[in-house]
């Protein structure tokens, strides 16, 4: 571990649940890289809704993970725990963390680091691990959407959104998303969408059936939930994959289960936090290779 770092550091602490006022700085002790960790100095951390969801008290930190929150950080390494040999002092990374990110310094596993990419500073790129790695995992490891499939994002404008239209068209499928108004809709059409739905004005389940002559998709990627799930089941192709993330609109609702069986369909839900690790290898070597911006992108 580098010798000239502080004893301590300033981080972002809840002090009690409620708005962004309860967010105060504070004096921490230093965090020390363990094995197979890095020690990053922190350039910039994103602001993801489980953030929001802490400070209100109602998204307990992970067990074991900080109670300092922020999920996602760019900045330069700084040290560099045993067994961990990606990374040396000196180089930009940005990582998903448990949490810990409101700080000056930030362990990570060396797993949950990638190179910051080529052509964006540290700021912007603070942005991408949560949404790159979130899509990844749900969409091409658990929802095994391949080349020539058709695919339909909900949310489409938001993080996970956006980066799932552009990762999904990449790997050529056929792209539908769903938005809250029009602007949002053209832009994720600009971003690789063949059509953008407004979900306020529009009936995406008629829209996409129309699309795609009444096949469906192969692959959905949802973050709604409540009545979107019936939705989702009767947009599903024969064998066709429902990914859920979330559940903005409730996760308790009555299902026709027919459709199901009939479809042969898979369904995934998230895995409960804290129950495995938030990247496997597998998955940051892929996502590293494949899918990185300036890398297999």
């Known amino acids: 571990m580098a010798t000239d770092l502080p004893e301590t550091m300033c981080a972002v602490e809840i002090k009690a649940p409620g708005g962004p006022e309860v967010l105060v700085p504070v004096l921490r002790p230093l965090p020390k890289p363990g094995k197979g960790e890095i020690l990053v100095k922190v350039v910039a951390a994103g602001v993801n809704r489980p953030d929001v969801l802490q400070r209100q008290g109602g998204y307990p930190p992970p067990k074991g993970a900080s109670d300092i929150p922020g999920l996602e950080i760019a900045g330069c390494v700084v040290a560099v725990g045993e067994g961990a040999s990606r990374f040396e002092q000196g ?54 959407l391949k080349s020539g499939e058709t695919f339909l994002v909900h949310g489409g404008s938001s993080g996970i959104g956006t980066t799932a239209i552009q990762l999904a068209s990449a790997f050529g ?93 898979w369904g995934w839900l998230p895995p409960e936090a804290g129950t495995q690790p938030l990247v496997e290898w597998q998955s940051w070597h892929v996502v590293a290779k494949l899918a990185w911006p300036g890398n297999g992108l």
């Open 91 to 144: 180089d930009e990374v940005c990582a998903l963390v448990a949490g810990g990110g409101y700080a000056e310094y930030c362990t990570v596993p060396e797993p949950q680091a990638l190179p910051a990419p080529q052509g964006l500073d540290l700021v912007n790129a603070a942005a991408l691990p949560e949404t790159f790695f979130t899509v990844w995992t749900n969409v091409f490891e658990r929802g095994r």
């Open 173 to 265: 499928a056929r792209v539908f998303a769903t938005a809250g108004n029009n602007l949002k809709c053209q832009a994720c059409e600009k971003l690789g969408a063949e059509k953008g739905i407004n979900y306020r004005e529009e009936d995406f389940v008629e829209i996409i059936q129309q699309a795609t002559n009444k096949r469906g998709v192969d692959v959905i990627l949802d973050m709604v939930g409540g009545d979107y799930i019936e939705k989702n089941i009767s947009l599903l192709a024969t064998e066709g994959r429902l990914v859920n993330i979330a559940y903005l609109k409730g996760s308790k609702v009555e299902v026709n289960f027919l459709p199901v069986m009939l479809k042969r369909f």
